[in-house]
């Protein structure tokens, strides 16, 4: 268990992001969840780009998102970012999304991430360098 504070990153709601009734559109969300999960990969000196592509790959195997409160155009945001569960090949993590003016929570969700070979398309054990850089983020 770590007693690191979570990564953090902030971002704004976007008039793209909005549907019909002014608030985010669900799938918005998971861009601006993806965005914090690449910040948090980089800032792990650890970004999907410089991983083993030719060898091994990362899809996304589970997601999952709460809306709890509204969050439109121009809204500043900030993101939270934690590890949930650290497996053999897989990790999940763990996304807060907090209305900067007010700190509420205003959405939650979690990624479950795969490491997979490119070769046989099945679950890799993870490396051992990620394995070892995500473990102080679990929580």
């Known amino acids: 268990m770590s007693t690191r504070a979570p990564f953090a990153w902030r971002s704004r709601i ?5 549907d019909a009734s002014g608030r985010i559109h ?10 914090a999960e690449d910040e948090f990969m980089r800032s792990l000196e650890f970004p999907y ?8 790959s990362y899809p996304r195997v589970h997601v999952e998102a709460n809306y709890l ?6 809204d500043p945001i900030y993101i939270t970012v934690a590890v949930s569960k650290l497996g053999a ?9 907090y209305l900067e003016e ?8 979690i990624v479950t991430v795969v490491c997979m070979s490119t070769r046989t398309q099945k679950a890799h ?10 473990s102080p983020h679990r929580v």
């Open 14 to 18: 976007r008039f793209v992001d909005t």
């Open 89 to 97: 090949s897989s990790y999940t993590l763990e996304f807060n999304v």
């Open 102 to 109: 007010t700190s509420e929570v205003a959405a939650s969700g």
């Open 26 to 35: 669900y799938t918005a969300l998971f861009r601006h969840l993806e965005a």
């Open 69 to 74: 409160a509204a969050l439109t155009y121009d």
């Open 125 to 134: 054990p993870l490396p051992d360098d990620l394995r070892d850089a995500l």
């Open 49 to 56: 780009s410089e991983r083993e592509p030719a060898t091994l």
